[in-house]
T-cell receptor, first 109, second 112 residues
Framework: QKEVEQNSGPLSVPEGAIASLNCTYS??????FFWYRQYSGKSPELIMS????GDKEDGRFTAQLNKASQYVSLLIRDSQPSDSATYLC?????????FGAGTRLTVKP | NAGVTQTPKFQVLKTGQSMTLQCAQD?????MYWYRQDPGMGLRLIYY???????DKGEVPNGYNVSRLNKREFSLRLESAAPSQTSVYFC???????????FGSGTRLTVV
């Protein structure tokens, strides 16, 4: 089993819809979880961090964490074409961060 | 602007050549990292430095060496490049291991 798993997509949603991105991780002791956005040809950019069970909201983004199920998700409300990118889930394991392979999101006008 | 600076942005090497990728951060971060990104594989950790004076291997260290020159700079060296090292390389830094990372703009390396 991979340490961090994501559906590779592509995920396609219409403009204005809610995009839901999911991630599971294998290490029960992990305490820090992140979502990064990566535009094609660019570097990853941190958009959300979450450390406790429950929801964390920042503008149109909501991160959800369920440690018992080893599951973390990202919701993007009112999706815009500018949200089209690859979203990387990341988990701190020991002294470093491990990344999922990413989910490619396309928001269609 | 503050952040992580990587050089060069692009490089083509012949098999067997050596080169050093440079990385510098001006955010006074303790920890620095080198990742490679390949299609379908995601980001994989090559080496990291939790603090000045220390370095440790990550998932895929074979064929690479690193130097933490000072708190700001962390370089990655390929001693004898191989086609399997064709990839995009990202340097990143963080205040401490549990916080999010700031990434540099990347180096696109092709080994022919």
């Amino acid at each position: 089993q991979k340490e961090v798993e994501q559906n590779s997509g592509p995920l396609s949603v219409p403009e204005g819809a809610i995009a839901s991105l999911n991630c599971t991780y294998s290490d029960r002791v992990s305490q820090s979880f992140f979502w990064y956005r990566q535009y094609s040809g660019k570097s990853p950019e941190l958009i959300m961090s979450i450390y406790s069970n429950g929801d964390k909201e920042d503008g149109r983004f909501t991160a959800q964490l369920n440690k018992a199920s080893q599951y973390v998700s990202l919701l993007i409300r009112d999706s815009q074409p500018s949200d089209s990118a690859t979203y990387l889930c990341a988990v701190i394991l020991g002294n470093d961060m491990r990344f999922g392979a990413g989910t490619r999101l396309t928001v269609k006008p | 602007n503050a952040g992580v600076t990587q050089t060069p942005k692009f490089q083509v090497l012949k098999t067997g050549q050596s080169m050093t990728l440079q990385c510098a951060q001006d955010m006074n971060h303790n920890s620095m990292y080198w990742y490679r990104q390949d299609p379908g594989m995601g980001l994989r950790l090559i080496y990291y430095s939790a603090s000045e004076g220390t370095t440790d291997k990550g998932e895929v260290p074979n064929g690479y060496n690193v130097s933490r020159l000072n708190k700001r700079e962390f370089s990655l060296r390929l001693e004898s490049a191989a086609p399997s090292q064709t990839s995009v390389y990202f340097c990143a830094s963080s205040e401490a291991g549990r916080y999010g990372y700031t990434f540099g703009s990347g180096t696109r390396l092709t080994v022919v």
